[in-house]
């Protein structure tokens, strides 16, 4: 598990491995990720939008922009959390992605909150895949 704290807002990753997603014989590794994100603050906050980092095993970097998360522009209230899942398809059987999350506060103030960087690493050799 990965976390980062940024002006009360909390942020923590768990990665997991997904094997009957993943073909190693065609170079097709896939994670399945969670994240949650906990307001620590006393103001409510909207995720409005995301900013990803994707590097995989030979140093190759994908940017990934959007608004929101899976669909969503979510209000996190003081005190509560959201949490989803999403997934991440990579070509080496290891790799690290990283980002920030777009917030703005009641007073219509945006910010960056951290994602923490997290591994993405093949708990299996290719041949043990198949």
Not at 70 to 77: F, K, L, Y
Request: glycine share 10%; charged share 20%; proline share 8%.
């Amino acid at each position: 598990m990965y976390t980062a704290v940024t002006r009360e807002i909390q942020v923590t990753v768990l990665p997991q491995f997904v094997a009957d997603r993943s073909d190693p014989d065609e170079s097709t590794y896939f994670w399945a990720y969670t994240v949650e994100i906990t307001n620590l603050g006393r103001e409510a906050v909207q995720l409005t939008a995301r900013h990803w980092t994707i590097t995989d095993g030979n140093g190759l970097v994908e940017e990934v922009h959007g608004p929101g998360v899976i669909g969503e522009q979510p209000v996190i209230q003081p005190g509560e959390s959201f949490r989803y899942t999403s997934g991440c398809p990579l070509s080496t059987p290891s790799g690290i992605m990283m980002g920030s999350y777009r917030m703005v506060d009641d007073a219509g103030k945006g910010f960056d909150v951290e994602i923490p960087p997290f591994s993405l690493v093949c708990p299996y050799s290719s041949h043990s895949l198949n």
